[in-house]
């Protein structure tokens, strides 16, 4: 661990000298940039090829870069003068003001600003009328403003490095030389967005919205798509909402997350106390949440307590499979237990076998089918799936869960191979997959979805 540490550290240094060199040779010298960037999807804006060039018209310089496999996010630095944005992104991605434009609107396009503190983003929120809400963008940003500034050492360079993070821009502004940018080119679309209707609306109040998010609709923005979500498809649909003194809002706030391929309740708050109302119930145990999932196998009635590999759930952690990984092990002792492990417990009410007809988007084939009516007693990261899937019983349509039917961790001790195949075979939904947030309960509050996409319409004569 010592030595990989220090194969960090030694990497990051050189990446900083690297960077503090083009920063010193930047008014000097034109810098260019060329990344060839091949497409496979089916968003496509412009042909599968695109050149990115950042440069100035005299004295171009290519710097051949390695071909990048991934369409989906594409980095650079605007040229060495102010300019609007729109022109900054049609110069990196190679496309038209037009479509710059477009991905601008969409929230496609991020920039590298300094840190605020929570105090100045809601001050902005509440006292800047023209300001997008989740836009994140310092107040007075690209007013053309710009201070000169001297030699930084390293180590001053390397603490204002950490001190930034990229942010979303929603709005046309002007940017200064040497902004990073990150740009989304072929941003993800979600057509679910456009199933919300009005009977989406399972209820209001002051306070609290709920909402039947359809399956494979976010229920927090994508990185390349602001709007097509559940707060803003419900703003754009079912909107306008009034919060408890009348004033109409920008957009709902997120009181909690559902997975995409999930359908089901989803409670957005008018604002931010009940943002916090609803984290003290939840923190107190006092919110209710039912699920219905289906399975080819049952699954045992009673309560089950299980333990996740917590550092795969830790915030920012992007490394290891995207699946979370259940032991039915306890901890050796509550020292680990805190630090390694988090505890996951459901209790299934009902498991009973239900028909399945054959239809345009599931063939059930002769397999009998089972549906389970679970209580979510504590709320962690895919939890009704991976337990499901450990106790052998996985949903339906879950390709990122199926090929670990039966695995825990305790498989590494028995038969590593099997668990590495398993992992290696998992890949996210493309499906709305056999699982819906049914019913939630809290604070006087009760909602309850519309039937899920598995239970059969009645036809109409």
Not at 26 to 47: C, D, K, L, V, Y
Not at 270 to 285: A, I, M, P, S, T
Not at 361 to 373: A, E, L, N, R
Not at 379 to 407: C, E, F, N, W
Request: with cysteine; hydrophobic share 35%; net charge negative.
């Amino acid at each position: 661990k010592f030595c990989k540490m220090r194969l960090r550290q030694s990497l990051h240094l050189v990446f900083v000298l690297c960077k503090l060199q083009g920063l010193t040779s930047f008014t000097s010298r034109t810098q260019s940039r060329r990344t060839r960037i091949h497409s496979n999807g089916e968003n496509a804006m412009e042909p599968d090829v695109i050149d990115i060039d950042v440069t100035d018209a005299s004295d171009s310089e290519d710097l051949p870069m390695p071909d990048i496999k991934s369409q989906f996010c594409v980095t650079g630095v605007s040229p060495s003068k102010e300019m609007p944005l729109n022109e900054a992104v049609a110069r990196i991605t190679g496309l038209s003001l037009e479509d710059a434009n477009d991905l601008i609107k969409i929230g496609a396009v991020w920039a590298r600003m300094d840190t605020l503190t929570e105090e100045d983003i809601l001050a902005q929120y509440e006292n800047d009328d023209d300001f997008e809400l989740y836009a994140d963008l310092p107040k007075g940003w690209g007013s053309g403003t710009y201070e000169e500034e001297g030699e930084l050492d390293l180590e001053e360079y390397i603490a204002k490095m950490e001190a930034q993070r990229y942010r979303r821009i929603l709005s046309p502004q002007l940017i200064q030389p040497g902004t990073d940018l990150r740009l989304y080119p072929r941003p993800r679309r979600f057509p679910a967005c456009y199933s919300i209707d009005k009977s989406s609306l399972l209820y209001q109040d002051t306070t609290f919205i709920v909402v039947d998010k359809p399956p494979l609709l976010p229920t927090q923005p994508d990185a390349s798509n602001y709007y097509e979500n559940c707060p803003g498809c419900a703003q754009d649909v079912l909107g306008p909402f009034y919060d408890i003194l009348g004033n109409e809002i920008r957009r709902p706030l997120i009181c909690h997350r559902v997975d995409a391929t999930v359908g089901g309740c989803v409670v957005l708050s008018k604002d931010r106390n009940g943002q916090k109302v609803f984290q003290n119930l939840q923190r107190e145990r006092k919110l209710k949440k039912l699920y219905l999932a289906v399975t080819t196998e049952p699954v045992p009635i009673g309560m089950h307590l299980h333990w996740m590999w917590s550092p795969q759930t830790a915030r920012g952690n992007a490394g290891g499979p995207p699946c979370q990984l259940i032991s039915h092990l306890p901890p050796e002792s509550r020292r680990k237990a805190r630090q390694f492990w988090t505890r996951c417990v459901l209790e299934v009410t009902k498991c009973e076998p239900i028909e399945m007809e054959k239809t345009d988007d599931y063939d059930p084939g002769d397999k009998q089918h089972y549906q389970s009516t679970i209580r979510l007693v504590t709320g962690r990261k895919h939890q009704v799936r991976a337990q499901l899937a450990s106790l052998g019983a996985p949903i339906i349509r879950d390709t990122l869960y199926q090929p670990l039917s039966g695995m825990t961790l305790g498989s590494l001790e028995t038969d590593e191979d099997a668990l590495d195949e398993g992992i290696a075979q998992c890949r996210v939904p493309t499906e709305p997959i056999g699982l819906q947030a049914h019913a939630i309960l809290f604070g006087g509050v009760k909602a309850r979805a519309r039937d899920p996409w598995w239970v059969s319409k009645p036809k109409k004569e």
